[in-house]
């Protein structure tokens, strides 16, 4: 079986065809041929069919082998072009050649034929393969050219041979610039000497290496990088070149970036949240701990914040915030870090101090700092914060127990009366355990039915005639005993708890107060405390209604008292509430009178019946001058007012014999009786 061979013959005569093939069948092939002998039927044959090559004669009567290679060459086929012919003149060998014939036989000399045939066929694989592999290049080279990533290909030493498009205008760089020097020009040395050695043995170990670059443009901007390095190597596995691609990651970096500073900044004041300080608290712990040193904590609170909030709104709130955020970093120093922990407490660290003292200097500071007034949105704000000190490892070696007791120390400050700072004491832990067990025992106080009413008789002082009761509440406490409101009612109020606490007051004194006037004391009035947070929940109006109509009591026997900070505050609420009551025909008195502000004014603003005198201005008479002065003045602008004035805490005949002389109208005090249950009271019928 020979080789098959398509052959186009371009010969005028049948034998001298007959010859070839001959000649072609005992070299091994086993031809198939077809033969023309002018122009038209070579160009329709060459482009109907495909051939393997094209043997033709000089001269034929009617077409020649130039115009042949003519057409051959326009068509462009790449197979072997061979001339067989009689003798032809050198020169025109040359000129055949030159035109683009492979080969030149004479006919009679046909052994040379297939020899010729095999090589050029070689020859046209050899240039089929080529061509292939420049194809496959140009596709290389192209999709390098414009690839998105960044492509650099440096030499076995590292030293940039080649950078893409992409590489000049991502770095600025021409590749000019860059040939022949190492990519550190690029800034990515920002790797570690550590990480860079990491780098290059992954890489000449022939494995991949990925990792982030921070890269520097020739502008100098900074840019992130997501690059790919590989070694390229040749057939005997040496390695040539390096590639290294990069991606700009810069944008994802910034979505990260914000990612972050989402779950660890506070977005009103920008500085660290609580997540953050707690984590560089422990930071700082461990490096006071490994440094043998101390590092502290302070809590700072706004002492009026939550007023300020509402009653000049959350957006003046959130500028409050921001300016005191800033102005306690005014107050800081170095590494030292403020944070916003809650609504409005902040948080500073110092970390790794040896002096114990640093957080009175800076609490110092900031005291100082916090008397100069804020100016937001027009309106000039004061306020004082109240701070909380704790020094690690003394007051505990965990963050958690060390925020903990820094809020303990910073509510102790407020109880002292605020604007100023304490350092926690292990005290204060006991009593902030005290305080929460005593809060989860208020909250369950009502439903359990432990409250209870005490009464108190208050005096005529001209008859010494009772003519009203004051209710007292008392907690009943299964561990306790009875618990006075001294100890739970700030408790109550702080935590909302006495408005629901304040309802069950009303309703109860109200439903008695009618069970004391069915049972012997038929125009007893009934005087009730109601809180500023009672009225400032917007509710007491409905509340005192709901009393007053569940029990049948008259609104006349009822009387409120309420101290002077609720009228401090002229909102509308307050106003609205207290005219509201007065229409009803309820009765207003004012309680703990001279032991708050001294603004008189409002006595003439708001619907009040009854001052009653401060028990602290009445203990000491009548021997006290200024108490003697402070208790003449009350009684003498009362009566110009038109208001009826009640003395508390009357413990003496004396004390009672000089109020009744000087005509205040209403006396109650130890004096004449303590507080005592309804069972007890009604028994003095
Ligand atoms: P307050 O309204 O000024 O009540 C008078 C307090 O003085 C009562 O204390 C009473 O027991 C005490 N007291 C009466 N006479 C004398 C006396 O001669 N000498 C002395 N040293 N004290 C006397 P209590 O019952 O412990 O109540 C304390 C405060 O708790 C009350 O002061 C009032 O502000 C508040 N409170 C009591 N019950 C309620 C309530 O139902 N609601 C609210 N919001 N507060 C209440
Ligand atoms: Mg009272
Ligand atoms: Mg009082």
Redesign the pocket.
């Known amino acids: 079986m020979g080789q098959p061979l398509k052959v186009l013959l371009i010969e005028d005569s049948e034998d001298d065809a007959q010859l070839v093939l001959l000649e072609l069948r005992r070299g091994g092939f086993k031809p198939e041929y077809f033969r023309v002998e002018t122009a038209e039927a070579f160009r329709e044959a060459l482009t109907r069919d495909q051939w393997d090559m094209v043997l033709s004669d000089h001269n034929l009567p009617q077409f020649n082998a130039p115009s042949a290679l003519a057409i051959f060459n326009e068509i462009g086929i790449d197979i072997p072009f061979i001339i067989m012919s009689g003798a032809v003149r050198a020169a025109d060998v040359v000129d055949l050649i030159k035109a683009g014939a492979h080969d030149f036989l004479e006919k009679d000399d046909l052994a040379r034929l297939v020899p010729a045939i095999e090589r050029e066929l070689r020859e046209v694989k050899i240039r089929q393969k080529k061509r292939e592999a420049e194809e496959t290049l140009r596709k290389l080279s192209s999709a390098v050219e414009q690839s998105p990533s960044t492509v650099i290909i440096t030499d076995d030493k590292g030293m940039i041979e080649y950078v893409n498009p992409k590489f000049e205008k991502a770095t600025g760089y021409t590749a000019g610039e860059v040939r022949n020097q190492l990519p550190d020009i690029l800034g990515s040395s920002y790797l570690t000497q550590e990480q860079s050695n990491a780098l290059w043995k992954t890489v000449r170990d022939g494995q991949e290496w990925r990792g982030e670059f921070c890269s520097q443009r020739k502008s100098g901007e900074m840019f992130w990088e997501y690059a790919l390095v590989s070694s390229i190597k040749n057939p005997e596995g040496e390695t040539t070149n390096y590639l290294i691609t990069t991606e700009d990651i810069t944008f994802l970096k910034e979505a990260e970036e914000k990612i972050y500073r989402q779950a660890n900044y506070d977005d009103v004041t920008e500085l660290p949240n609580r997540a953050l300080i707690f984590d560089r608290l422990g930071q700082a712990m461990v490096r006071a701990k490994d440094a043998d040193q101390t590092a502290a904590l302070m809590t700072i609170s706004l002492d009026n914040f939550k007023t300020i909030n509402e009653t000049l709104g959350h957006e003046v709130g959130d500028g409050l915030l921001k300016a005191v955020g800033q102005r306690l970093a005014e107050c800081l120093r170095g590494a030292e870090t403020a944070g916003r922990v809650s609504a409005d407490e902040f948080a500073v660290i110092l970390p790794d101090k040896d002096s114990a003292f640093l957080p009175k200097i800076v609490s110092g500071r900031i005291l100082e700092k916090f008397a100069e007034a804020f100016h937001v949105d027009g309106h000039e704000l004061f306020t004082t914060v109240s701070i909380g000190i704790t020094v690690c490892p003394m007051d505990g070696d965990d963050p958690g127990i060390l925020l903990r007791n820094a809020v303990a120390a910073m509510r102790k400050a407020k109880e002292d009366g605020r604007n100023n700072y304490q350092y926690f004491s292990q005290k204060m832990n006991e009593e902030s355990t005290e305080r929460l067990n005593l809060e989860t025992g208020l909250r369950r106080a009502l439903e359990k039915e432990e409250l209870v ?2 009464y ?1 008789p208050i005096i005529e002082a001209a008859s010494k005639r009772m003519v009203a009761a ?5 907690w009943r406490n299964p561990e306790r005993g009875l618990v ?3 100890q739970f ?1 700030f408790l109550a109020e702080e935590t909302g708890l ?1 408005v629901s ?2 309802d069950w ?1 009303l309703s109860t004194a109200c439903i008695q107060a009618k069970q004391m006037q069915e049972n012997g004391f038929p125009n007893i009035n009934i005087a ?4 500023p947070e ?1 009225i400032w929940s917007g509710s007491l109006v409905r509340s005192v209604q709901g009393a007053l109509n569940q029990s049948g009591l008259a609104p006349k026997y009822l009387d409120l ?1 309420m ?1 002077e900070g609720v009228c401090m505050d002229d909102s509308t609420t307050t106003v609205e509430t207290l005219n509201q009551l007065n229409r009803m025909g309820v009765r207003i008195s004012i ?2 009178f001279g032991t708050g502000y001294s603004s008189l004014s409002y006595l003439k603003r708001y619907p009040f019946h009854k001052l ?1 005198i ?2 602290a201005f009445v203990g000491d008479l009548p021997s006290d001058p200024d108490d003697v002065a402070l208790v003449e003045a009350v009684l003498a602008m009362a009566k110009s007012l038109g208001l009826q004035v009640l003395a ?4 003496t005949e004396e004390q009672c014999q000089y109020l009744t002389w000087r005509q205040c109208d209403l006396l ?4 004449f009786s ?2 005592m249950p309804l069972e007890d009271f009604l028994k003095q019928a």
């Open positions: 009413l005490f108190q004051e209710a007292l509440v008392r006075s409101p001294d009612i006495v606490i304040g007051v009730v405390n109601v809180s009672q008292e101290t309680d703990d009653k401060d028990r508390e805490g009357v413990e109650q005090g130890f004096y303590h507080p």
